[in-house]
C-alpha cells in the first residue's frame, strides 16, 4: 500500500512537552478516554475549541438484570414451543390458548419491571453500585 503524502501544511512538526501530576494526567486521560481520543487529539482539540462530547457506554451487572434475562430466556423458549406446535400442524386448544395469554402476561410484566429498573439506573454508575 502505498503512503499518502500529506501537504506541508498537515504535517506535525513541531512537539510541546508539558508536565502535569498525576491527578492532572488521570483527568486528562480519563476526559480523551471518554471522547474516545488519544491524548494528543483530544488535547488538539480543546486547543482549537472543537466542542467535545464524551461517549458513554452504560454496563449494569447486577443480580436483578440477569434474573430477567433469564426469565426472558424462558419465556422465549415457552413461545418457540408454541410456534413449533402450530407450525406442526398442532390444533389450537384451551389450554394452548391459557399458556399463550400467560406468556404475554408475563412479557408485559417484565417490561414493566425493566423499566422500573431503568429508571433505577439512570445517573453515576458509582452512585447504584451495589457491593
Known amino acids: 500500500m502505498k503512503k499518502i503524502k500529506k501537504n506541508n501544511e498537515q504535517l ?3 512537539i510541546i512537552c508539558l508536565r502535569l501530576t498525576d491527578i492532572e494526567l488521570s483527568v486528562l486521560d480519563d476526559r480523551a478516554e471518554k471522547c474516545r481520543m488519544t491524548r494528543s487529539d483530544f488535547i ?3 486547543i482549537l475549541n472543537r466542542k467535545l462530547t464524551p461517549k458513554y457506554q452504560i ?6 438484570v440477569k434474573s430477567l434475562l433469564a426469565q426472558y430466556g424462558k419465556i422465549g423458549s415457552n413461545l418457540n414451543q408454541i410456534a ?8 389450537r386448544s384451551l389450554a394452548m390458548q391459557e399458556e399463550i395469554e400467560r406468556a404475554i402476561a408475563e412479557l408485559y410484566a417484565l417490561r414493566k419491571e425493566v423499566l422500573r429498573l431503568a429508571g433505577d ?5 458509582q452512585t447504584h453500585k451495589k457491593s
Do not use: L, Q
Open 12 to 14: 506535525r512538526t513541531h
Open 84 to 91: 413449533r406446535h402450530f407450525n406442526s400442524g398442532g390444533e
Open 59 to 64: 454496563v449494569i451487572d447486577s443480580e436483578e
Open 121 to 125: 439506573y439512570i445517573g453515576s454508575y
Open 44 to 46: 488538539r482539540n480543546v
